[in-house]
T-cell receptor, first 111, second 115 residues
């Protein structure tokens, strides 16, 4: 069964304190792994797509990496505005199939 | 970029009534729309997949007679929650697939509260 597990469930950081979020997955035929940001009461906002092991993507203070079993979202020197829930999702097998989501990591950054 | 507009953002209805949620693709044609439900501190759970011009496909455990999905055009998909009950209170989100490098685009969500 395709599955996505994220850890930790919640993370509290001081402004400037770098850390990483983990997403482990089991999927039959990974087409893509996605990271999203979700603010309370809003729909997910796309951050990155990763396709294959060894790939890395960066955007401002965020960097996503991918191995054959997991992905990490590294947050460097976070700011309070980075506070949100970060969701990891995978697309398996066929093109156009629905994404399978993890439960997310809720990040709180205090100044 | 590709935008899905979802309405309403919030709705409160009485138990036993029906509620319709709309998702419109504003600048692209969505042949497929996914409908998710999200409970507090839980993952987005796929409810159903709608395809323009054909019947929706429902996930196991989702009542198709309760959650009516219509995908009448390439720009509009609707979810109607019929005879709503308090346990249907949740956050409902629609999503359309794009090219992989752009991810899937999501609506802004609808918070349904049944009283």
């Amino acid at each position: 069964e395709d599955q996505v597990t994220q850890s930790p469930e919640a993370l509290r950081l001081q402004e400037g304190e770098s850390s990483s979020l983990n997403c482990s997955y089991t999927v039959s035929g990974l087409r893509g792994l996605f990271w999203y940001r979700q603010d309370p009461g809003k729909g997910p906002e796309f951050l990155f797509t990763l396709y294959s092991a060894g790939e890395e993507k960066e955007k401002e203070r965020l960097k996503a990496t991918l191995t054959k079993k997991e992905s990490f979202l590294h947050i460097t020197a976070p700011k309070p505005e980075d506070s949100a829930t970060y969701l990891c999702a995978v697309q398996a097998n066929q093109a156009g199939t629905a994404l399978i989501f993890g439960k997310g990591t809720t990040l709180s950054v205090s100044s | 970029g590709a935008v899905v507009s979802q309405h309403p953002s919030r709705v409160i209805c009485k138990s036993g009534t029906s509620v319709k949620i709309e998702c419109r693709s504003l600048d692209f044609q969505a042949t497929t729309m996914f409908w998710y439900r999200q409970f507090p501190k839980q993952s987005l759970m796929l409810m159903a997949t709608s395809n323009e011009g054909s019947k929706a496909t429902y996930e196991q455990g989702v009542e198709k007679d309760k959650f009516l999905i219509n995908h009448a055009s390439l720009t509009l998909s609707t979810l109607t929650v019929t005879s709503a009950h308090p346990e249907d209170s949740s956050f409902y989100i629609c999503s359309a697939p794009l090219q992989l490098k752009y991810g899937y685009t999501f609506g802004s969500g609808t918070r349904l509260t049944v009283v």
